[in-house]
Each structure stands twice: as C-alpha cells, then as structure tokens.
C-alpha cells in the first residue's frame, strides 16, 4: 500500500505553537511536491502550504503567511508544518499531499496522494 501518514495534531490554546508532520509510507516521495490543505465543516478544502522537491520554493495561503512555516527533510520522507500563533480560525482538520508532477502548489487535482487527516483545535 502507498500512502501517508500524519501525526502531531491536538488541541491547544489560542497563541500556542504545534508542529504537524508527514512521512509517506510504501514508497518514496522525495521527489515530490508535498503540501498541507485543511477543511472544515460545510466548506471546501483549502490550500495551506506547500514545497517543492528540492526545498527551494515555498508558497503559502495569506492566512498563514508570518505564522506557519513547511520545511521537510528528504533523507527522512517527511514534511513538517510549523505553526505558531494559532487562531480559533486554524481549528480544522489538516490534510498532507503529495504530486509527482511539475510545481503546481495550490491545485487540488494536482496531488495525487493524501493523509487520513490530522485534527486541529484552537481553543479561545
């Protein structure tokens, strides 16, 4: 089986730091782009961070920007989402994704594998 896999999630408190993190499982994702999305309920699925496969180019969604920082680490597989500062508005489920093809960070359609989802909880 080839997928990912998410740990780190929780609840915290309003400006607290958490740190979500993703290795892929069955195969290697080293030369992907690896990104983070999140959803909450009764919308869609919306894009957080995302990272190319040499760790060079980093593109995040405005509500992030100065708080969440994605870096990874190739000899692990694995992607990490540094967040600082958290708001009640960060409160939602969060989804590591992987695609294979060329830089494309905020497309859904591009990302051909997907976690199980972690659960954030911002609590004010």
């Known amino acids: 089986q080839v997928h990912l896999i998410e740990s780190g999630g929780g609840l915290v408190q309003v400006g607290a730091s958490l740190n979500l993190s993703c290795a892929g499982s069955g195969r290697s994702f080293k030369s992907y782009t690896l990104g983070w999305f999140r959803q909450t309920p009764g919308k869609e699925r919306e894009f957080v961070a995302a990272?190319?496969?040499?760790?060079?180019?980093?593109y995040y969604a405005d509500s992030v920007k100065g708080r969440f920082t994605i870096s990874r680490d190739t000899s692990k597989d694995t992607v990490i989402l540094h967040m600082n500062n958290l708001k009640p508005a960060d409160t939602a489920v969060y989804y590591c994704?992987?695609?294979?093809?060329?830089?494309?960070?905020?497309?859904?359609?591009?990302?051909?594998?997907w976690g199980q989802g972690a659960q954030v909880t911002v609590s004010s």
């Open positions: 990272i190319n496969w040499a760790g060079r180019n980093t």
């Open positions: 994704a992987a695609n294979p093809g060329p830089w494309e960070p905020m497309t859904r359609a591009a990302y051909d594998y």
